[in-house]
């Protein structure tokens, strides 16, 4: 398959803010559900937000009101717009995208980002 790729990530300042974009993979995104996770050292993966295919979004309680996710399907690409950030957004994170109701399997690299003055 087409790796999932992430990119965008970087050092920040707190307050700062970061767009990440996610390469996602073949062709027909529309019809997937895309999605951000984000890994903390020492943490499991954890969901940051959803776009359905009808771009329904949905966010994780800790990101809401400060993350966008986005998606253009023609570009078969998926964004998140990080704003206001925090030094607890710090970690690795990862895009994926889903079909009924199954994700992709292979994770692609991350794209590091970190919060701190």
């Known amino acids: 398959q087409v790796p999932l790729v992430e990119s965008g990530g970087g050092l920040v300042q707190p307050g700062g803010s970061l767009r990440l974009s996610c390469a996602a993979g073949g062709r027909s995104f529309n019809i997937y559900t895309g999605a951000w996770y984000r890994q903390a050292p020492g943490k499991e993966r954890e969901l940051v937000a959803t776009?359905?295919?009808?771009?329904?979004?949905n966010y994780a309680d800790s990101v809401k009101g400060r993350f966008t996710i986005s998606r253009d399907n023609a570009k078969n690409t998926l964004y998140l717009q990080m704003n206001s950030l925090k030094p607890e957004d710090t970690a690795v994170y990862f895009c994926?995208?889903?079909?009924?109701?199954?994700?992709?399997?292979?994770w692609g690299q991350g794209t590091q980002v970190t919060v701190s003055s």
């Open positions: 994926n995208k889903m079909y009924g109701g199954v994700l992709r399997a292979d």
């Open positions: 776009i359905t295919s009808g771009e329904d979004k």
